[in-house]
């Protein structure tokens, strides 16, 4: 087993080496998954042999555990698709934000602008793997500010990442739509806000991507957070600005996907 995982680590290692797009990067590990997921299947039919029933119970809960995520990200990142039984939606639902927040560098700051509101966006279906490819060729085309991660632990965008490319098309009286994309030339549609009041949009900022910690390479999905600036007229107390504030932390996930539709 120690072996396998070994091997695996050495995996990970070798595809970041590549710099492959997320999007194949993702499928690579979901293949990757199937190995270790075997693996105990394999010790699962050794201790049915052996009739040790209470291993082989607690072997077998955590293969079908891993089984079923498997089969989550195979459809997910090989169709494009989300099931109806995936329990991220509950943990979106029921926990709170801030149990899928990783702290690094690439939060916006609290104190950024402390009069603004962060607007709810209803993302186009399958928004992640265009967010995930938008993103990147910004990144390649050096159009987005990095760090350099090799010798050194946090977020690879910098902190307070504008999203250089963006738009916000009024298509009706309380519509917008929200497009990006790698010019101005190339802007898509990635999602629509629902407002009545007129927006005055601070910035489109950028949450998530690769980190570094203690010196493993990891990825968060990547998300988008709109600020636009409060409305004079509103009364805006203390407490509600401290809220909003503390939401703009947040780094982007599956499961933090499931919790926007949940509040649509």
């Known amino acids: 087993m120690t072996l396998l995982l070994d091997i695996i680590n050495g995996f990970h290692k ?7 797009s997320p999007k194949y990067l993702n499928r690579a590990y ?10 105990i ?15 082989f119970s607690l072997y077998l809960l955590v293969f079908v555990i891993l089984l079923y995520f498997v089969v989550l990200n195979f459809i997910y990142y090989f169709f494009d698709k989300n099931v109806k039984g995936d329990v991220t939606r509950l943990f979106a639902k029921y926990l709170p ?14 104190n950024l602008m402390p009069n603004t509101s962060e607007v709810a966006i209803d993302f186009v279906v399958h928004f992640e793997l265009q967010l995930e490819e938008n993103i ?19 977020f690879l965008l910098m902190k307070n990442t504008l ?10 009286e309380d519509q917008y739509e929200l497009q ?20 005055d949009p601070v910035g489109l ?15 968060e999905r990547y998300h988008l957070k709109l600020l636009v600036k409060d409305n004079p007229t509103q009364d805006v107390s203390a407490e509600k600005i401290k809220n909003e504030a503390e939401t703009t932390s947040e780094v982007g996930s599956r499961s933090q996907r499931h919790k926007k539709k949940n509040a649509k």
Do not use: C, M
């Not at 979901?30 to 693996?39: D, R």
């Open 180 to 199: 990006i994309g790698t010019s101005y030339r190339d802007l898509e549609k990635i999602g629509t806000i629902h407002q009545k009041e007129a927006l």
């Open 14 to 20: 070798f595809l970041w080496y590549l710099n492959i």
């Open 163 to 172: 999203h250089p490319y963006y738009y916000l098309k009024k298509v009706e």
């Open 30 to 39: 979901t293949i990757l998954s199937l190995f270790p997921t075997l693996y």
């Open 136 to 154: 990147q060729t910004l990144i390649s085309e050096d159009k987005i500010p990095t760090n350099n991660l090799t010798n050194s632990d946090g």
């Open 205 to 219: 900022f950028i949450v998530g991507g690769d980190f570094v910690k203690e010196g493993v390479r990891y990825h």
């Open 41 to 55: 299947l394999r010790i699962v039919y050794g201790l049915w042999v052996n009739q040790n029933y209470i291993q």
């Open 97 to 110: 934000e801030d149990v899928f927040n990783i702290e690094g560098d690439n939060q916006i700051s609290h």
